[in-house]
């Protein structure tokens, strides 16, 4: 079992420059931050967004991670590959109803050995309330939650830490967004005169 400060990552990852002569032109340099090469399972903004809920987890000695997501979520195979990692059974909560045989994305999760189950949009639509949760717990017993998309304050703290690795000026730093907590936590981690764009 893998200890948290043990795993092998590739932080702080790479920062490659893009050459184009049209930005240059402009005096524009762009940068890419290679988060996708942190780790080949669980890239990018998945192990920010990921590892202190690992570490909480740990410290509740919680055996199992539930999490939700759709068909195709990189959260839930990042997630599928945390338990295979650091020894958690897993439970991914899919939106919508199962179709055989599984995407390329599921079949992934059920490789690392994850459990999956699905919920009805409708259900799913209210996943986080009380009466959802309580089912889950029925069905699955005690569980560490993570939200969809892997994004809480814990999340946020990771994703906090993009900014402090760039080791040279920048004016704006862009970023795809789906749950909002990357960019949260990006948007955490500027300092004064730095700023953030979708």
Known sequence: MAGINDFAVRVPSPLVELRDEALERCG???YIKRDDLIHPDIPGNKWRKLKYNIAAA?????TSLLTFGGAYSNHIRATAA????????TIGIIRGEEHLPLNPSLDYAVSMGMRLSYLDRASYRNKTSSEVLNELRDTFGEFYL????????LALTG?????????????VICC???TGGTLAGIAAGLKPGERQSL
């Open 28 to 30: 524009i340099r762009l």
């Open 58 to 62: 740990k410290e509740q000695n919680a």
């Open 82 to 89: 945390v338990g295979h990692y650091f020894d958690f059974r």
């Open 146 to 153: 993570i939200p969809e998309g892997g994004s809480n304050e």
């Open 159 to 171: 994703c906090k830490e993009l900014p402090q690795e760039i080791g040279i000026k920048f004016d």
């Open 176 to 178: 795809a967004c789906g």
